[in-house]
């Protein structure tokens, strides 16, 4: 399953939910209902899951357009029932994650609530909270209970369908959590779940973040840069302005600890990040109007990656791609048209 919720992690869900298809992922998951729909509506037919949905979601519309919906208590799975006569529904058991999915006691009531109404379920799952540590206890402790929620499911008369509870880390890192299906997010676009897991799957991230400047300077040594002068050049430089700022999600707090990459070297991004704009130092490099930035891509050429800004933010790569929006513009393809 290649996960692409919240706008496919923020690269853009339409063009993404193809490519992923076409690449061969067989299922395709959402979190909110909204986010299904969505895709059905841009024609979309495969295999859709979606888990996340308060009351009043319209469980109805899921069956119309056969979304697999996820009953996380005996009380949600009521209220599928009571929308749709056809309902397709899969299971989500807490296993210790301690954030959605039936937990303990609410687990029992929930395979009780099925198999009185015996309606066929197409899966069972649920989602580790460590998984990024291979060798945290957790993870065998969910695996464990995963196994026993299964088990329960099974002797109370009902058939699991499909088990899954891998994401990527565990996709990487675990094997035995593979079970029949793996819900594959931060990996899908070439992104490692945290730098330091180690693993064996090359990965390449597939977004890059490029502008044009949209001003180019020479200025003199001791000249403050961007508001509150946090950066003051050391000496004679060339600035170099990249239209790009938090509007656009880039996080303010890698002010001073950020680079770009111009004209096959890494630069230093210099000075407060501001809402719209931020200043990368060119130093003598050659440079006009209209040079094509790279704040970050796929790293094979040495530019900084979306990791290094995660770590440059105080944060992880999930929330630097997922968080890209404003003024920014998303071209798929394997050329980024208009950018060299
Ligand atoms: C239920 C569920 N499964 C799978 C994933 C994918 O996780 P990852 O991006 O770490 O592969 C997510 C994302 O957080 C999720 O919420």
Redesign the pocket.
């Known amino acids: 399953m290649a996960?692409v919720?919240a706008n496919a992690y923020g690269h853009g869900v339409g063009p993404i939910a193809r490519a992923a298809r076409e690449a061969g992922a067989v299922w395709l998951?959402a979190?909110t209902l909204d986010e299904a729909l969505a895709l059905r509506a841009a024609g979309d037919e495969g295999p859709l899951l979606s888990?996340l949905t308060a009351p009043g979601a319209d469980f109805a519309a899921a069956a119309r357009h056969d979304v697999e919906v996820t009953a996380s208590s005996a009380e949600q799975l009521a209220e599928i029932l009571a929308a749709t006569q056809v309902p397709r529904i899969q299971l989500k058991v807490d296993t210790g994650l301690g954030r959605n999915g039936a937990f303990g006691d609410q687990w029992t009531e929930l395979v009780g609530a099925v198999a009185r109404a015996g309606v066929p379920v197409t899966g069972v799952w649920s989602?580790l909270a460590c998984a990024d540590e291979p060798g945290h206890p957790a993870n065998d402790a969910q695996e464990a209970r995963f196994r026993e929620a299964v088990a329960e499911l099974e002797a109370a008369g009902v058939d699991p369908g499909l088990r899954h509870l891998a994401?990527?880390?565990a996709l990487m890192t675990r094997p035995s959590a593979h079970f029949d299906l793996v819900?594959?997010?931060?990996?899908t676009y070439g992104l490692p779940?945290d730098p330091a897991m180690p693993h064996d799957v090359p990965l390449t991230p597939v977004l890059s973040l490029k502008a044009r400047l949209a001003a180019v300077k020479r200025v003199p040594a001791g000249q403050g840069v961007s508001y509150g002068y946090r950066h003051v050049t050391e000496r004679e430089t060339t600035l170099g302005l990249v239209p790009i700022g938090y509007g656009e999600g880039v996080h303010r707090a890698a002010t001073g600890r950020a680079s770009a990459w111009f004209a096959g070297q890494r630069v230093p991004v210099v000075g407060t990040i501001c809402m719209d704009q931020m200043v990368v130092d060119l130093g003598d490099l050659p440079a006009e109007r209209g040079d094509v930035v790279t704040l970050f891509g796929p790293g094979t050429s040495g530019e900084p990656t979306a990791v290094d800004w995660a770590v440059a933010s105080g944060t992880i790569a999930?929330e630097v791609v997922t968080g890209l929006g404003g003024r920014i513009q998303l071209v798929h393809g394997t050329t980024t048209e208009g950018f060299s």
């Open positions: 996960v919720k998951g979190a888990w989602h994401n990527s880390a819900r594959a997010g931060i990996a779940p999930y």
